[in-house]
Protein backbone atom coordinates (compact mmCIF):
# COMPACT_ATOMS: atom_id res chain seq x y z
CA UNK A 1 0.00 0.00 0.00
CA UNK A 2 1.70 3.21 -0.86
CA UNK A 3 0.47 6.56 0.91
CA UNK A 4 0.63 9.69 -0.50
CA UNK A 5 0.00 12.90 1.27
CA UNK A 6 -2.24 15.49 -0.25
CA UNK A 7 -3.03 19.71 0.70
CA UNK A 8 -6.51 18.70 3.02
CA UNK A 9 -8.14 22.07 2.12
CA UNK A 10 -6.61 25.10 -0.31
CA UNK A 11 -5.59 25.66 -3.72
CA UNK A 12 -3.66 22.24 -4.71
CA UNK A 13 -6.61 20.19 -2.82
CA UNK A 14 -9.10 20.15 -5.87
CA UNK A 15 -6.53 19.95 -8.16
CA UNK A 16 -4.70 17.16 -6.60
CA UNK A 17 -7.87 15.16 -5.95
CA UNK A 18 -8.83 15.46 -9.92
CA UNK A 19 -5.48 14.20 -10.69
CA UNK A 20 -5.81 11.28 -9.16
CA UNK A 21 -9.49 10.41 -10.51
CA UNK A 22 -8.15 11.02 -13.86
CA UNK A 23 -5.94 8.58 -13.84
CA UNK A 24 -8.41 5.75 -12.70
CA UNK A 25 -7.96 6.61 -8.50
CA UNK A 26 -10.93 7.71 -6.63
CA UNK A 27 -10.34 7.85 -3.05
CA UNK A 28 -13.05 7.54 -0.75
CA UNK A 29 -14.57 10.81 0.38
CA UNK A 30 -11.81 12.91 1.78
CA UNK A 31 -14.39 15.12 4.33
CA UNK A 32 -13.09 15.34 7.37
CA UNK A 33 -10.70 12.39 7.59
CA UNK A 34 -7.10 12.19 7.92
CA UNK A 35 -7.00 9.53 5.35
CA UNK A 36 -9.21 7.48 3.06
CA UNK A 37 -8.69 4.62 0.44
CA UNK A 38 -8.33 4.57 -3.26
CA UNK A 39 -10.50 2.18 -4.93
CA UNK A 40 -8.81 -0.06 -7.95
CA UNK A 41 -5.42 0.94 -6.52
CA UNK A 42 -3.68 0.04 -3.08
CA UNK A 43 -2.91 3.88 -2.32
CA UNK A 44 -3.89 5.73 0.45
CA UNK A 45 -4.39 9.58 0.95
CA UNK A 46 -3.01 11.59 4.09
CA UNK A 47 -4.54 14.76 4.01
CA UNK A 48 -2.82 17.76 5.64
CA UNK A 49 -1.64 21.41 5.46
CA UNK A 50 0.76 21.57 2.61
CA UNK A 51 3.43 23.33 5.25
CA UNK A 52 3.71 19.55 6.25
CA UNK A 53 4.05 17.48 3.63
CA UNK A 54 7.92 18.06 2.18
CA UNK A 55 8.78 16.67 6.12
CA UNK A 56 6.11 14.07 6.45
CA UNK A 57 7.99 12.37 2.61
CA UNK A 58 10.98 13.03 3.65
CA UNK A 59 10.43 11.14 7.44
CA UNK A 60 8.51 8.47 5.12
CA UNK A 61 5.41 8.80 6.92
CA UNK A 62 4.10 9.18 3.37
CA UNK A 63 5.95 7.63 0.42
CA UNK A 64 4.39 10.49 -1.79
CA UNK A 65 3.06 13.92 -1.96
CA UNK A 66 1.67 16.59 -4.09
CA UNK A 67 2.87 19.88 -3.14
CA UNK A 68 4.49 23.06 -4.37
CA UNK A 69 7.77 23.27 -5.85
CA UNK A 70 7.69 26.57 -3.21
CA UNK A 71 7.57 24.89 -0.10
CA UNK A 72 9.71 21.96 -1.13
CA UNK A 73 12.40 24.53 -1.89
CA UNK A 74 11.75 26.91 1.24
CA UNK A 75 11.89 23.72 3.49
CA UNK A 76 15.32 22.33 1.74
CA UNK A 77 13.43 18.45 2.19
CA UNK A 78 15.71 15.70 1.23
CA UNK A 79 13.23 14.31 -1.43
CA UNK A 80 13.08 13.05 -4.77
CA UNK A 81 11.01 15.61 -6.87
CA UNK A 82 9.39 12.74 -9.58
CA UNK A 83 7.47 15.29 -11.72
CA UNK A 84 5.89 18.88 -12.38
CA UNK A 85 1.97 18.43 -12.28
CA UNK A 86 0.59 21.16 -14.45
CA UNK A 87 -1.16 23.09 -12.37
CA UNK A 88 -0.81 25.26 -8.82
CA UNK A 89 1.50 27.89 -10.88
CA UNK A 90 2.77 30.50 -9.55
CA UNK A 91 5.55 32.48 -8.75
CA UNK A 92 7.54 34.06 -6.02
CA UNK A 93 8.34 37.92 -6.75
CA UNK A 94 9.57 40.70 -4.70
CA UNK A 95 7.40 43.77 -4.65
CA UNK A 96 7.34 47.35 -3.72
CA UNK A 97 4.92 50.41 -3.63
CA UNK A 98 4.17 51.48 -6.98
CA UNK A 99 5.08 54.48 -6.44
CA UNK A 100 8.82 53.66 -5.08
CA UNK A 101 11.55 53.29 -7.91
CA UNK A 102 13.31 50.00 -8.80
CA UNK A 103 16.86 49.96 -10.49
CA UNK A 104 17.60 46.33 -9.29
CA UNK A 105 18.69 44.27 -6.37
CA UNK A 106 21.25 46.76 -4.89
CA UNK A 107 18.69 48.96 -3.90
CA UNK A 108 16.92 46.90 -1.45
CA UNK A 109 19.78 47.11 0.56
CA UNK A 110 19.20 48.23 3.71
CA UNK A 111 15.67 47.95 3.25
CA UNK A 112 13.04 45.66 5.18
CA UNK A 113 11.14 42.82 3.26
CA UNK A 114 8.33 41.15 5.07
CA UNK A 115 7.91 37.24 3.78
CA UNK A 116 6.85 34.16 4.80
CA UNK A 117 9.82 32.53 2.78
CA UNK A 118 12.19 33.50 4.60
CA UNK A 119 15.07 30.81 2.82
CA UNK A 120 14.33 31.49 -0.56
CA UNK A 121 14.65 35.25 -0.06
CA UNK A 122 17.71 35.01 2.13
CA UNK A 123 19.37 32.89 -1.14
CA UNK A 124 18.11 35.60 -3.24
CA UNK A 125 20.05 38.12 -1.53
CA UNK A 126 23.08 36.45 -0.61
CA UNK A 127 23.48 35.27 -4.21
CA UNK A 128 23.26 39.30 -4.94
CA UNK A 129 25.42 40.92 -2.19
CA UNK A 130 22.45 42.67 -1.31
CA UNK A 131 22.49 43.19 2.91
CA UNK A 132 18.43 43.67 3.54
CA UNK A 133 16.95 42.99 6.83
CA UNK A 134 14.08 39.62 6.27
CA UNK A 135 10.92 40.08 8.36
CA UNK A 136 9.36 37.00 9.04
CA UNK A 137 5.47 37.17 8.71
CA UNK A 138 3.52 33.83 8.23
CA UNK A 139 -0.01 35.70 6.73
CA UNK A 140 -1.60 38.87 4.66
CA UNK A 141 1.82 39.29 3.56
CA UNK A 142 0.78 41.43 1.01
CA UNK A 143 -0.07 44.70 3.28
CA UNK A 144 3.03 44.56 4.97
CA UNK A 145 4.22 48.12 3.52
CA UNK A 146 0.79 50.05 3.83
CA UNK A 147 1.06 49.02 7.78
CA UNK A 148 4.54 49.65 7.38
CA UNK A 149 6.17 46.57 8.95
CA UNK A 150 8.49 46.60 5.64
CA UNK A 151 9.91 48.71 2.47
CA UNK A 152 8.81 45.63 0.16
CA UNK A 153 7.53 42.17 -0.11
CA UNK A 154 8.45 39.10 -1.27
CA UNK A 155 5.46 36.39 -1.73
CA UNK A 156 3.88 34.35 -4.20
CA UNK A 157 2.40 35.93 -7.26
CA UNK A 158 -0.27 34.58 -9.51
CA UNK A 159 -2.40 37.06 -11.81
CA UNK A 160 -0.93 39.48 -9.85
CA UNK A 161 -4.07 41.23 -8.63
CA UNK A 162 -3.47 40.72 -5.57
CA UNK A 163 -0.18 43.10 -5.82
CA UNK A 164 -2.14 45.72 -7.73
CA UNK A 165 -4.83 45.57 -5.17
CA UNK A 166 -2.80 46.84 -2.29
CA UNK A 167 -1.01 49.79 -4.67
CA UNK A 168 2.34 47.07 -5.30
CA UNK A 169 4.13 46.84 -8.30
CA UNK A 170 6.16 43.09 -8.58
CA UNK A 171 10.10 43.65 -8.93
CA UNK A 172 11.75 40.96 -8.91
CA UNK A 173 10.67 37.37 -10.13
CA UNK A 174 12.85 34.93 -7.63
CA UNK A 175 11.19 31.55 -7.97
CA UNK A 176 9.05 29.73 -10.74
CA UNK A 177 6.62 27.32 -8.80
CA UNK A 178 4.02 24.78 -9.79
CA UNK A 179 2.82 21.65 -7.86
CA UNK A 180 5.02 18.45 -8.16
CA UNK A 181 4.72 14.61 -7.43
CA UNK A 182 7.68 13.90 -4.43
CA UNK A 183 8.78 11.01 -2.80
CA UNK A 184 10.85 9.81 -0.04
CA UNK A 185 14.29 8.63 -0.90
CA UNK A 186 14.78 5.24 -1.01
CA UNK A 187 11.50 3.16 -2.21
CA UNK A 188 11.20 -0.78 -1.70
CA UNK A 189 11.19 -2.64 -4.67
CA UNK A 190 7.47 -2.98 -3.95
CA UNK A 191 7.16 0.51 -3.95
CA UNK A 192 8.71 1.43 -6.58
CA UNK A 193 6.80 -0.22 -8.75
CA UNK A 194 3.49 1.11 -7.69
CA UNK A 195 4.98 4.92 -8.11
CA UNK A 196 6.33 3.44 -11.80
CA UNK A 197 2.87 3.03 -12.65
CA UNK A 198 1.35 5.99 -11.51
CA UNK A 199 4.01 8.20 -13.14
CA UNK A 200 3.04 5.82 -16.45
CA UNK A 201 -0.28 7.29 -16.07
CA UNK A 202 0.45 10.61 -14.66
CA UNK A 203 2.21 11.50 -17.96
CA UNK A 204 -0.11 9.80 -20.08
CA UNK A 205 -2.82 12.58 -18.64
CA UNK A 206 -0.46 15.80 -18.46
CA UNK A 207 0.95 15.28 -22.00
CA UNK A 208 -2.80 15.35 -23.02
CA UNK A 209 -3.39 18.08 -21.32
CA UNK A 210 -4.18 21.07 -23.77
CA UNK A 211 -3.73 19.27 -26.96
CA UNK A 212 -6.49 18.65 -29.82
CA UNK A 213 -6.90 15.76 -32.00
CA UNK A 214 -7.47 17.57 -35.62
CA UNK A 215 -8.91 15.52 -38.93
CA UNK A 216 -9.14 16.97 -42.17
CA UNK A 217 -9.60 16.26 -46.03
CA UNK A 218 -6.76 17.44 -47.88
CA UNK A 219 -6.53 17.73 -51.56
CA UNK A 220 -3.17 15.62 -52.59
CA UNK A 221 -1.19 18.50 -54.01
CA UNK A 222 -1.25 20.89 -50.51
CA UNK A 223 -0.62 17.24 -48.53
CA UNK A 224 3.08 18.06 -48.50
CA UNK A 225 2.75 21.74 -46.84
CA UNK A 226 0.04 20.49 -44.63
CA UNK A 227 2.42 17.63 -42.97
CA UNK A 228 4.62 20.37 -42.80
CA UNK A 229 1.99 22.79 -41.03
CA UNK A 230 1.04 20.19 -39.04
CA UNK A 231 4.60 17.80 -37.66
CA UNK A 232 2.65 15.85 -34.99
CA UNK A 233 3.91 12.96 -32.68
CA UNK A 234 5.83 11.00 -35.17
CA UNK A 235 4.38 12.17 -38.48
CA UNK A 236 0.65 12.68 -39.16
CA UNK A 237 -1.60 9.79 -40.35
CA UNK A 238 -2.61 9.73 -44.11
CA UNK A 239 -5.33 7.90 -45.16
CA UNK A 240 -6.78 7.61 -48.71
CA UNK A 241 -10.36 8.65 -49.73
CA UNK A 242 -12.57 7.64 -51.91
CA UNK A 243 -12.19 10.47 -54.22
CA UNK A 244 -8.31 9.56 -55.20
CA UNK A 245 -7.37 13.11 -55.67
CA UNK A 246 -8.09 13.86 -51.82
CA UNK A 247 -6.71 12.25 -48.43
CA UNK A 248 -7.94 12.92 -44.98
CA UNK A 249 -4.93 13.83 -42.46
CA UNK A 250 -5.06 13.21 -38.91
CA UNK A 251 -3.05 14.96 -35.99
CA UNK A 252 -2.31 16.34 -32.25
CA UNK A 253 -1.67 19.64 -31.52
CA UNK A 254 -1.03 21.87 -29.04
CA UNK A 255 -4.94 24.09 -28.14
CA UNK A 256 -2.99 27.16 -28.46
CA UNK A 257 -2.08 26.78 -31.69
CA UNK A 258 -5.41 25.50 -32.70
CA UNK A 259 -6.47 28.63 -34.93
CA UNK A 260 -3.06 29.80 -36.46
CA UNK A 261 -3.09 26.18 -38.20
CA UNK A 262 -6.64 26.00 -38.81
CA UNK A 263 -5.76 29.44 -40.64
CA UNK A 264 -2.90 28.17 -42.43
CA UNK A 265 -4.79 24.57 -43.56
CA UNK A 266 -7.99 26.40 -45.10
CA UNK A 267 -5.65 28.72 -47.04
CA UNK A 268 -4.09 25.56 -48.96
CA UNK A 269 -7.20 23.62 -49.25
CA UNK A 270 -7.86 21.68 -46.21
CA UNK A 271 -12.04 20.59 -45.91
CA UNK A 272 -14.06 19.55 -43.46
CA UNK A 273 -11.88 20.35 -40.51
CA UNK A 274 -12.86 18.30 -36.87
CA UNK A 275 -11.33 18.90 -34.00
CA UNK A 276 -11.97 17.34 -31.01
CA UNK A 277 -10.80 16.97 -27.43
CA UNK A 278 -7.75 14.40 -26.40
CA UNK A 279 -8.59 12.53 -23.59
CA UNK A 280 -5.28 10.43 -22.96
CA UNK A 281 -1.94 10.32 -24.99
CA UNK A 282 -0.04 6.64 -24.28
CA UNK A 283 3.42 6.92 -25.18
O1 LIG B 1 -3.76 25.48 4.82
P1 LIG B 1 -2.48 25.21 4.10
O2 LIG B 1 -1.26 25.56 4.90
O3 LIG B 1 -2.47 23.82 3.53
O4 LIG B 1 -2.53 26.16 2.80
P2 LIG B 1 -1.85 27.57 2.52
O5 LIG B 1 -2.86 28.62 2.85
O6 LIG B 1 -0.48 27.67 3.12
O7 LIG B 1 -1.59 27.50 0.94
P3 LIG B 1 -2.57 27.76 -0.27
O8 LIG B 1 -3.65 26.75 -0.30
O9 LIG B 1 -2.94 29.21 -0.37
O10 LIG B 1 -1.52 27.48 -1.46
C1 LIG B 1 -0.97 26.22 -1.65
C2 LIG B 1 0.03 26.30 -2.79
O11 LIG B 1 -0.64 26.74 -3.98
C3 LIG B 1 1.17 27.29 -2.64
O12 LIG B 1 2.23 26.79 -1.83
C4 LIG B 1 1.61 27.49 -4.07
O13 LIG B 1 2.47 26.44 -4.48
C5 LIG B 1 0.30 27.34 -4.88
N1 LIG B 1 -0.26 28.62 -5.35
C6 LIG B 1 -0.57 28.87 -6.65
C7 LIG B 1 -0.59 29.71 -4.64
C8 LIG B 1 -1.10 30.65 -5.54
N2 LIG B 1 -1.07 30.11 -6.78
C9 LIG B 1 -1.53 31.96 -5.04
N3 LIG B 1 -1.96 32.78 -5.84
N4 LIG B 1 -0.52 29.96 -3.31
C10 LIG B 1 -0.95 31.17 -2.85
N5 LIG B 1 -1.43 32.16 -3.65
C11 LIG B 1 -1.87 33.44 -2.96
C12 LIG B 1 -0.68 34.35 -2.61
O14 LIG B 1 -0.17 34.04 -1.34
C13 LIG B 1 -1.30 35.74 -2.65
O15 LIG B 1 -1.96 36.03 -1.43
O16 LIG B 1 -2.69 34.20 -3.77
C14 LIG B 1 -2.37 35.60 -3.71
C15 LIG B 1 -1.83 36.08 -5.01
O17 LIG B 1 -2.63 35.69 -6.08
P4 LIG B 1 -2.85 36.65 -7.34
O18 LIG B 1 -3.57 35.79 -8.35
O19 LIG B 1 -3.68 37.81 -6.89
O20 LIG B 1 -1.48 37.09 -7.85
ZN1 LIG C 1 0.45 26.37 4.17
Known sequence: MLRIAIQSKGRLNEDSLDLLKSIGIELDTPKRKL?????????????????????????GTAALGIVGLN?????????DVLCRLGFGGCRLSIAMPKTEEYDGPQCL???????????ILGRFLKEKGVDASVELITGSVEIATSV???????????????????????????FESEAVLIAK???????????????????SETVSRGKKYLLM???????????????????PTVLPLADSAWCSLHSVIDASELWDKV?????????????????????
Not at 71 to 79: N, T
Not at 190 to 202: C, Q, S
Not at 269 to 278: F, T
Open 35 to 59: LSKAQAFPLEALYLRDDDIPHVVEG
Open 71 to 79: EIEEKGADV
Open 109 to 119: SGRRIATSYPN
Open 148 to 174: GIADAIFDIVSSGSTLVANGLKEVETV
Open 185 to 203: KGLDAGERELVDELMFRIE
Open 217 to 235: NIPNESLEEAIRILPAMRS
Open 263 to 283: QQLKAIGAEGILVMDVDKIIL
